[in-house]
């Protein structure tokens, strides 16, 4: 009989993560678990629901219940246990199994599958609850001179101590972001360049990334360098520029050569930046039209910044779907994000996350958008925040 992949072959067809449980403890069950976000499959061992209260039965009718045969040899049991994951299309992310020995080889099964096990409840509740917090960078993290607080530093610890997920979610590229991350001291895992790239630090690993395509990029530079603006392309760990090198990884665009010099070249993001307001205004009303595009990290209108900007990436690049891309990498559900913010590019991620949180110093028109106003970024608004959750 041919064996399946359980990972390979198994989708989970809900935005609800699954556990597996044996009902040892059927109050714990109701009380901690049944309306969690968290979809259950508990594993019995006869048909017989003698030991369990009539309350706790109805309430897990609609459960997909898997009767474990521990008279079946391993190999059995093993495929059985697989393939009814996959007939339900659950793909179960942890499993609580009391630590006796008559769950020894139940235990052996899933650890073979690569569900870990886990025998205590307070551990399990732990780990069902921890939440995953994506925090834009500039004039949200940071204060307005563009230094960290020590308070915010520390309020980001706190959390990773009790199991949250601090990541740094920027329209800045990998390299700036990676020095966010480091002064921080949040997660390894970073966004950068508007969800163009999410990038895990520890093991140098790019787990999303995309990209403009080449004919679009070229069009750019021409437009650029034929009306004196300047364009940032971001690659993975430098940029090439149209006019003025701002920093040590950044590199000056050919205007002659260009073509040779992007030919081998993926362009993650964008980034049209200038005083000449018409110039900018103009080509982004353009692009704007091009459904293969997004138009993202507009600066407003009536912004105090000289030079007016906004970047375009792969219609598929946001905050927002690098949230839930994240989200299912490290299996927390959506319920249980946050995004915190203070612009237009954080939109997608407040309407992605369980809980959208924005800086007071955001605009009216973006704290419309969200669940929470917390303090500004000048006065530690993230700590603040980060510090109810700890409380």
């Not at 990209?211 to 430098?238: G, H, P, W």
């Not at 003025?244 to 002659?256: A, M, T, V």
Request: aromatic content about 8%; glycine content about 2%; some cysteine.
């Amino acid at each position: 009989m041919e064996d399946y992949d359980v990972f390979n072959e198994m989708q989970n067809i809900k935005d609800k993560s699954t556990i597996i449980i044996i009902e040892d403890d059927e109050n714990f069950i109701i009380q901690n678990l049944l309306d969690s976000s968290f979809e259950i499959i508990p594993i019995r061992f006869n048909y017989d629901l003698s030991c369990f209260s009539n309350s706790y039965i109805d309430k897990t009718k609609k459960l997909f219940t898997y009767y474990h045969n521990e008279k079946n040899s391993y190999q059995n049991e093993l495929l059985r246990l697989k393939k009814h994951f996959i007939h339900y299309q659950r793909k179960p992310i942890i499993a609580y199994i009391p630590n006796d020995n008559k769950y020894t080889k139940l235990k052996n099964i899933l650890n073979e599958i690569g569900i870990n096990c886990i025998s205590d409840k307070e551990q399990l509740i732990s780990m069902l609850n921890i939440k995953l917090i994506f925090i834009d960078s500039d004039d949200t993290l940071k204060k307005t001179d563009g230094t960290i607080s020590e308070r915010v530093k520390k309020a980001i610890q706190e959390n990773k101590k009790i199991g949250n997920r601090i990541i740094i979610c920027t329209a800045r590229p990998r390299y700036q972001a990676l020095e966010v991350m480091k002064e921080s001291g949040a997660d390894s895992i970073i966004v950068s360049s508007n969800g163009s790239e999410i990038y895990d630090s520890n093991d140098n690993k790019i787990i999303f990334n995309s990209f403009i395509d080449k004919d679009s990029v070229i069009k750019f530079v021409e437009y650029a360098y034929s009306n004196d603006i300047r364009l940032i392309l971001t690659m993975n760990d430098y940029e090439y520029v149209t006019k003025e090198i701002r920093n040590s990884n950044q590199r000056l665009l050919s205007n002659i050569n260009y073509i040779e010099e992007l030919a081998e070249c993926n362009v993650k993001q964008c980034m049209f930046i200038d005083k000449k307001s018409d110039k900018i205004y103009k080509i982004r009303n353009i692009l704007s039209k091009n459904n293969k595009l997004h138009i993202v990290d507009e600066s407003s209108d009536n912004s105090s910044y000289e030079e007016k900007w906004f970047s375009v990436t792969n219609s598929n690049c946001s905050k927002g779907n690098a949230l839930m891309i994240v989200s299912k990498y490290l299996n927390i559900p959506i319920e249980n994000t946050i995004a915190i913010g203070n612009d237009k590019n954080d939109v997608s991620m407040f309407e992605t996350s369980g809980l959208s949180v924005a800086v007071a110093n955001a605009s009216d028109d973006i704290k419309s958008k969200v669940n929470h106003i917390t303090l500004s970024n000048d006065e530690d608004g993230v700590a603040v925040f980060l510090e109810t959750i700890i409380k």
